[in-house]
């Protein structure tokens, strides 16, 4: 009997976005860093490239063109356990500059607590 997990209806606010280069600070990955893959906003938790890899069983299907065998792919790991790496001082906090726009608008941009340099990548 399959137990059904569901997902809660109030998602919280990661600063962590994908395609982000982050570290792991805690858990048997410590020290390794990887891209993020994807974020769940209602578990917490991210899917970083190579990180807490774990070994998946799967049956062949031959309609799908899946190989049957032990499969190493990547689990989700909570996003209190990954930190934003700046390009220039490595692991960092996560600050938020407001700049005020022409026309009333504002944007927010994350920038690395100990140079200030830009995370965003735009």
């Known amino acids: 009997m399959a137990i059904v997990k569901h997902k809660p209806e109030e998602k919280t606010r ?3 976005k994908k395609n982000d280069q982050v570290r792991v600070i ?44 032990i499969a190493e792919r990547e689990s989700p790991i909570a996003v209190s356990n990954l930190m934003i ?8 906090r996560i600050a938020h500059h407001v700049e005020n726009l022409p026309g009333g608008k504002v944007r927010r941009t994350r920038v690395c607590r100990k140079c200030g340099q830009t995370l965003d990548k735009k």
Do not use: F, W
């Open 26 to 69: 805690a858990g048997r990955d410590r020290g390794k860093s990887g891209r993020v893959l994807s974020i769940d906003p209602y578990t917490n938790k991210a899917l970083v490239e190579h990180i807490a890899m774990v070994k998946r069983h799967t049956r062949p299907n031959p309609a799908k063109q899946i190989k049957g065998g």
């Open 85 to 92: 790496l700046c390009p220039q001082c490595g692991p960092v």
């Open 14 to 16: 990661i600063q962590i």
